[in-house]
């Protein structure tokens, strides 16, 4: 894992190197970064930096996510639509920091559903060794817990927060998600972990919501370099 952190900020390096020069102009430096985007709504997405799509092998439907990207780092303004509509459903300035690995959440359709994460994954190179976090993304849920199987637990998690990744054990682990103060859990789940990947767990939906607003728990397989 540690070779594959090597890869991408070699990458970042490079091309940040690479658009400083050309045919021997000097242009102003360009620093990079990876991102990730989450769609924790009910709608389908697409979203644009400066104007230009960057989700390009699909839209982003309810759950689902972006692959890591390699984007420009320090304040841009990204947009986001609806798949199919030309207008935009609102934008929001995002401040990444350079060489990191973040992940972006979409939970509605106004700029303050919008949060994100920077995710520093734990280098761990022992065998069967699988890595866990929590991201509550759900707006009424209020503060959450959660269990993953007997040995990990996330407590009083707020909205828009996110745990640190703990390590856990491969194959299927029961989870539940319960509201604070119940007993009775509002999510019971089986989910299988394959070992010497880091998970992210995320709530979303509302309490109330039907269709694709339903409560629900998502996962997303954190990637350490982008898709080729």
Not at 163 to 187: C, D, H, M, N, R
Request: aromatic share 10%.
């Amino acid at each position: 894992m540690n070779t594959k952190y090597s890869v991408i900020f070699f990458l970042l390096t490079m091309v940040g190197l690479l658009s400083c020069k050309n045919n021997d102009n000097v242009f102003p430096k360009v620093s990079y970064t990876g991102i990730t985007v989450i769609n924790a709504s009910a709608d389908t997405l697409n979203f644009y930096l400066n104007g230009t799509r960057q989700n390009n092998a699909s839209s982003l439907f309810p759950t689902g996510n972006s692959s890591l990207l390699i984007v420009p780092s320090g304040a841009q303004n990204y947009e986001f639509k609806k798949v199919g509509r030309s207008d935009v459903l609102f934008s929001v300035p995002l401040n990444l920091t350079t060489n990191t690995f973040n992940s972006v959440y979409v939970t509605g359709e106004t700029p303050a559903s919008v949060f994100k994460t920077i995710d520093t994954i734990p280098l761990d190179t022992l065998p069967l060794v699988t890595s866990v976090r929590f991201v509550h993304a759900a707006p009424d849920a209020g503060n959450l817990n959660v269990f993953v199987g007997d040995t990990v637990n996330f407590k009083m998690r707020a909205f828009k927060s996110s745990s640190i990744f703990s390590l856990t054990g491969s194959g299927q682990k029961e989870v539940k998600i319960y509201l604070s103060g119940s007993a009775t859990p509002k999510i019971d789940t089986i989910i299988t972990f394959q070992p010497n990947l880091a998970y992210t767990l995320f709530a979303k939906g509302l309490l109330n919501g039907k269709g694709n607003s339903i409560f629900d728990v998502g996962i997303l397989i954190n990637q350490l370099q982008p898709n080729q």
